[in-house]
């Protein structure tokens, strides 16, 4: 009993490993104009076809020539399922890209995933809704 109690309060009293985040934030990132890939989905659908690896495989292999950079994946959905659903598939489009980039090397840390819906915009048609966009940050300069 006391050799449990004890284990247990090493584990209570160890600290939470940490973890290498790179600081940053995809705020702004859709109006960026350089570097943007443009990774198609059927209607209503989160799975990648060929077009869209097609986008991620270029979009990664960008990453590797410059380890530095960023990437904002931001997934877009249509809201004529309405908002909660649009979200909730921009999302998971979202989530299939940037599991798709990890495949194919792009470390998890340099990802920021975000569903990006315009369910308070007023228009139900939004361009490029049915699309996962990818945005290649500049890469950061170094402080002199």
Do not use: K, W, Y
Request: aromatic letters at 2%; hydrophobic letters at 50%.
């Amino acid at each position: 009993m006391r050799a449990a109690l004890a284990g247990l309060a090493c584990l209570l009293l160890a600290a939470p490993a940490a973890a290498q985040v790179r600081p940053f934030n995809c705020i702004g990132a859709e109006q960026l104009e350089d570097d943007v890939i443009a990774v198609p989905f059927a209607r209503n659908s989160s799975t990648l076809g060929p077009a869209g690896r097609s986008a991620v495989a270029t979009a990664a292999a960008l990453l590797r020539e410059d380890p530095g950079r960023l990437i904002c994946v931001l997934g877009h959905a249509d809201r004529s399922v309405g908002a909660e659903t649009s979200t909730q598939i921009a999302a998971r489009r979202a989530r299939a890209v940037s599991l798709a980039l990890a495949e194919l090397g792009v470390e998890r840390d340099r990802v920021r995933a975000e569903a990006r819906v315009g369910a308070f915009s007023g228009r139900v048609d939004e361009p490029g809704a049915r699309a996962v966009t990818i945005v290649l940050l500049p890469t950061a300069r170094a402080e002199p």
